[in-house]
Nanobody, 125 residues
C-alpha cells in the first residue's frame, strides 16, 4: 500500500505560480497512474490532471490546460503539479491520488484507491 503526502499549498496572488508536491512512501510510484484532484468549498471534488505510469502520457481538465503541468520524478518517488497564471477559481484543497489499475491517465476519481490528506491553495484577486 502506498502512502501519499501533499505539500506546497499556500496563499498566492492571481497571476502567480505555485508548485505542489506529493511524496510517496511504502511503494514505488512507478507502479501507479497518478493524478491531482481539487475540491473547493461547497463543491464536489474535481479532476485536475493525471499522468501515466511511464510519465509519457498526461491528461488535463479544460479549466487548467495550458496553465498547469503534471510531472513525476521516479528517483524522488514524487509527483508534482506546477501551477502558473493562477486564478481565484483555482482556490481549493488539492489532493494527489494513485491508481494501481491500468497504465494510462484516468480522469475518474473512482479509479484511484489511494489519496493524500490534501493541501490548501488559495488564490487572491
Amino acid at each position: 500500500q502506498v502512502q501519499l503526502v501533499e505539500s506546497g499549498g499556500a496563499l498566492v496572488q492571481a497571476g502567480g505560480s505555485l508548485r505542489l508536491s506529493c511524496a510517496a512512501s511504502g511503494r514505488t510510484l512507478g507502479n501507479y497512474v497518478m493524478a491531482w484532484f481539487r475540491q473547493a468549498p461547497g463543491k464536489a471534488r474535481d479532476f485536475v490532471a493525471a499522468i501515466s505510469r511511464s510519465g509519457g502520457s498526461t491528461s488535463y481538465a479544460d479549466s487548467v490546460k495550458g496553465r498547469f503541468t503534471i510531472s513525476r520524478d521516479s528517483a524522488k518517488n514524487t509527483l508534482y503539479l506546477q501551477m502558473n497564471s493562477m486564478k481565484p477559481e483555482d482556490t481549493a484543497v488539492y489532493y494527489c491520488a494513485a491508481s494501481p489499475r491500468g497504465f494510462l491517465p484516468s480522469t475518474s476519481g473512482i479509479d484511484y484507491n489511494y489519496w493524500g490528506q490534501g493541501t490548501q491553495v488559495t488564490v487572491s484577486s
